[in-house]
């Protein structure tokens, strides 16, 4: 029975070769979603790292959650965030200015008191006597029914807590951006006759981009004479200072294609000049030609 329970409780080869190597790449993701330039970059770290969690899992037994990491953690909320990163279109200069004075401060203060209670946690754990995932799911008839025991039997009041509190965070914030309409919407009609009774934008606005070889939102449109248009781009952008201005960019394109259009044209090589008397000649002899040849077929008739 000792023996059965010393050879539980040691590691196997496979075992540690698995943990060291894929425990590298999950901190080497760590480090990269904190360290990465750019969101994306960060985003796809933080997967890699999530996918190492869920294999660890099922290493040690823990089908349940090592399913429930990959379909709900890595499969939903981290392509939630990538689609959020490229609806959103955030650039490595976006990421890295601060917009909220103080923010680097309080995430230091947030990071370090975390790390604290995490070492408190691991240091009060009990390392010597404990229980594998086999044994607990040998007892309970299975890891999903021994997960299932656990959560409505000893830890059902943390766990209809966090529920109910996800649950008012998630109506919380249908109401925050809920905005109850009291009037109809307008139709395409109405909005028209009145642009055109105020009389300050009669046509429609300038689609962002409109000229400007690029057809994103943060480019304004550019007018005839090559400047920008303030009207075709959100006024939220405008105050944060997000808009690109590619307008020079291309002045400078159209003055390189003027200038290899005129440089074309003086090469194109000049019509030679009609010579109206020696045609008028030729076609003279040619017609004596031609009646010289009538009066030979009549005399030879």
């Known amino acids: 029975m000792q023996l059965a329970a010393a050879a539980a409780s040691q590691t196997s080869t ?3 070769v698995q943990f060291w190597v894929l425990g590298t790449v999950a901190v080497i993701g760590a480090l990269g979603t904190v360290l990465m330039k750019k969101s994306v970059h960060s985003a ?3 997967a890699g790292t999530m996918i190492v969690l869920a294999v660890f899992y099922l290493a040690q037994g823990a089908y ?6 990959i379909v709900v953690y890595t499969g939903a909320i981290m392509m939630l965030f990538l689609f959020v990163v490229m609806l959103v279109g955030i650039t490595a200069a976006d990421s890295l200015k601060e917009t909220l004075k103080g923010q680097r401060w ?3 203060i947030c990071g370090i008191g975390f790390g604290i209670l995490l070492i408190a946690g691991i240091s009060n754990a009990s390392l010597h006597t ?3 995932a086999g044994q607990a799911n040998a007892a309970n008839g299975g890891n999903v029914q021994g997960l299932a025991r656990l959560v409505f039997t000893q830890y059902v009041w943390a766990f209809e807590i966090t529920g109910a509190l996800l649950i008012t965070a998630a109506v919380g914030a249908m109401v925050l951006t809920h ?3 009291t009037e109809e919407r307008s139709t395409q009609r109405e909005l028209s006759e009145a642009r055109v009774r105020s009389g300050r934008q009669v046509t429609p606005l300038p689609a962002p981009g409109t000229y400007a070889r690029h057809n994103a939102v943060d480019i304004p ?3 005839p004479d090559g400047s920008v248009s303030d009207l075709s781009v959100s006024s939220t952008l405008r105050q944060r200072g997000q808009i690109r201005d590619v307008s020079g ?4 394109r159209l003055a390189a294609l003027e200038q290899r259009s005129g440089e074309w044209l003086e090469r194109e090589p000049e019509l030679p000049a009609l010579d109206l008397e020696r045609d008028a000649a030729t076609s003279d002899q040619n017609r004596a030609a031609e009646r010289s040849a009538e009066r030979a077929e009549e005399g030879a008739k």
């Open 14 to 16: 496979g075992e540690a």
């Open 249 to 252: 960019d291309s002045m400078r």
């Open 179 to 181: 905005r109850e309409r």
């Open 106 to 108: 309080m995430a230091a």
């Open 221 to 223: 449109a550019l007018l």
């Open 44 to 46: 796809l770290s933080l």
């Open 130 to 132: 404990f229980a594998g």
């Open 64 to 69: 349940f959650l090592g399913i429930v990491q």
